[in-house]
């Protein structure tokens, strides 16, 4: 069984709007969904019309970090796609969906390459290689007037980064997943 497996991701969201009545709790549900699927497709595009105008991302942990704006929010992105870590699963575990904010919590489990890591100061034995980053992560989705998420703020539990290269992932390890197209079921 593959330790990073994408469809993970959403698993809990569809569940849960599998089961939900609430027009608007479905719709922030669906919203959730879309944005998962985009980022793990990595298409930029689809991924920024989940997104507010006025979106503001604020990163708890070791460094706070904040992305005021849809722009600083399309170059974490941009970022985010040229890093090669996007192979990613949030096993959440805990759902909890209102009309205006969305909480998912869980474990992050990320493939990063060798190379980034190397590229930021980390050792590794096989810059080919991917290595697993693993922390608790809990996130706050507030959604806007619009209806888009108008931030998305994480606290992140420990240091994932810490022991990474010892943590080398065999290609098994990381589910292949192809990106259904825009518009199909499920």
Not at 110 to 131: F, K, N, W
């Amino acid at each position: 069984m593959p330790l990073i497996d994408p469809t993970v991701t959403w698993r809990k969201a569809e569940e849960r709007l599998a089961a939900e009545t609430d027009p608007v709790l479905r719709g922030n549900l669906e919203l959730l969904i879309e944005h998962m699927k985009a980022e793990a497709s990595l298409d930029l595009d689809r991924l920024m019309a989940t997104v507010s105008p006025s979106a503001r991302y604020v990163f708890f942990g070791d460094e706070d970090r904040e992305l005021d704006g849809k722009d600083a929010v399309r170059g974490f992105y941009t970022d985010f796609a040229a890093s090669g870590a996007h192979k990613l699963q949030f096993d959440v575990d805990r759902l909890v969906v209102d009309r205006s904010c969305i909480l998912t919590e869980g474990t992050m489990r990320m493939a990063y390459p060798g190379r980034t890591l190397a590229g930021h100061g980390i050792e590794v034995d096989d810059p080919d290689a991917h290595y697993l980053y693993e922390a608790r992560m809990a996130v706050i989705w507030p959604i806007a007037d619009d209806g888009l998420f108008v931030g998305e703020d994480s606290y992140t539990g420990g240091d994932g980064f810490a022991g990474i290269a010892d943590r080398k992932l065999a290609p098994s390890d990381i589910a292949p997943w192809e990106p259904e197209p825009v518009g199909a079921p499920g």
